[in-house]
């Protein structure tokens, strides 16, 4: 009699477990992907400052080649951390 009640009980249990697993895993991943979104309005923003002032000194190319530069170096250093990371 006590058998089945304790599988009941024990179900009960790990269903709460695994709802709030679940829960926790959809805010972070909410939060990983607001927090992605959030990264890159910053970077396209602040890429559109400092290309308009840069700008102002020199003409558009150039102004788009040093914002395109400063992006592709930063680029590379991810890769090359990433690289070493894992080896």
């Known amino acids: 009699m006590i058998g089945p ?3 009941v009980a024990a179900s009960a249990a790990a269903t709460r477990s695994l709802r ?3 829960n ?5 991943a909410l939060l990983t992907v607001g927090a992605a979104l959030a ?8 890429s559109f400052s400092a290309y ?3 700008e102002r000194q020199l003409d558009p190319a150039s ?6 530069t ?3 170096l930063l680029g590379l250093g991810y890769f090359v951390a990433t690289r070493r990371r894992r080896n």
């Open 5 to 7: 009640l304790l599988r």
């Open 20 to 22: 709030t697993a679940a």
């Open 24 to 28: 926790e895993a959809l805010n972070r």
């Open 39 to 46: 990264l890159g309005m910053s970077a396209i923003c602040l």
């Open 52 to 54: 308009a002032l840069i």
């Open 63 to 68: 102004a788009s080649a040093i914002v395109g």
């Open 70 to 72: 400063f992006w592709g």
